[in-house]
T-cell receptor, first 117, second 116 residues
Framework: DTGVSQDPRHKITKRGQNVTFRCDPI?????LYWYRQTLGQGPEFLTY????????KSRLLSDRFSAERPKGSFSTLEIQHTEQGDSAMYLC???????????????FGEGSRLTVL | AQTVTQSQPEMSVQEAETVTLSCTYD???????LFWYKQPPSRQMILVIR??????QNATENRFSVNFQKAAKSFSLKISDSQLGDAAMYFC?????????????FGTGTRLTIIP
């Protein structure tokens, strides 16, 4: 399977602990995105990378959140000192650069569900 | 800021019938893309159909078609001959055109139930 994979699929943690999620994009995709989805809502943009460069960060990405894509391949999203409000599904997606000839379609992983107790 | 509104939290349709999901959006841009994504239970989100704002012709993908009304800022999805596998959350999404405009803005979704 060459789709987007995310690990772990589920994470339960206590408030104040740190958690890290990993995303492996489709291999030929140079763009990688993180979204957060809470219950009853659509996904909200957090950040995106082109290769190893983080080009945009949402205001939703507080100082407790950090994302990296060190070699332009896989990415990690770390949340420090988790709070109950961080409970959500964290979605990763990848794409090729969009232009008039290709859709720039985002391919999503199945997500990593975080529960903060 | 761009916003996307889906006013139907839930919809249901009999198998083999046709259903239309509504979406409106707000933008001051003239060039952009609109998308419908499908999120089946416990599975990843997949693209159903996309529309470029500069195209007047409505996009069609097999049983899925859109009604794009640019002046009204409306983008509805029609699913014909509904099948059990169509049951999912459907999200409408917007993205500005142009390099660097990578953020997708999603609506809150419509849960579609297919009645056998």
């Amino acid at each position: 399977d060459t789709g987007v994979s995310q690990d772990p699929r589920h994470k339960i943690t206590k408030r104040g602990q740190n958690v890290t999620f990993r995303c492996d994009p489709i291999s030929e995709h140079n763009r990688l995105y993180w979204y957060r989805q809470t219950l009853g809502q659509g996904p909200e943009f957090l950040t995106y990378f082109q290769n190893e460069a983080q080009l945009e960060k949402s205001r939703l990405l507080s100082d407790r959140f950090s994302a990296e894509r060190p070699k332009g391949s896989f990415s990690t999203l770390e949340i420090q000192h988790t709070e109950q409000g961080d409970s959500a599904m964290y979605l990763c997606a990848s794409s090729r650069w969009a232009n008039r000839q290709n859709t720039g379609e985002l391919f999503f992983g199945e997500g990593s569900r975080l529960t903060v107790l | 800021a761009q916003t996307v509104t889906q006013s139907q939290p839930e919809m249901s349709v009999q198998e083999a019938e046709t259903v239309t999901l509504s979406c409106t959006y707000d933008t001051s841009e003239s060039d952009y893309y609109l998308f419908w994504y499908k999120q089946p239970p416990s599975r990843q989100m997949i693209l159903v159909i996309r529309q470029e704002a500069y195209k007047q012709q409505n996009a069609t993908e097999n049983r899925f078609s859109v009604n794009f009304q640019k002046a009204a800022k409306s983008f509805s999805l029609k699913i014909s001959d509904s099948q059990l596998g169509d049951a999912a959350m459907y999200f409408c999404a917007y993205r500005r055109e142009g390099f660097g405009n990578e953020k997708l803005t999603f609506g809150t979704g419509t849960r579609l139930t297919i009645i056998p």
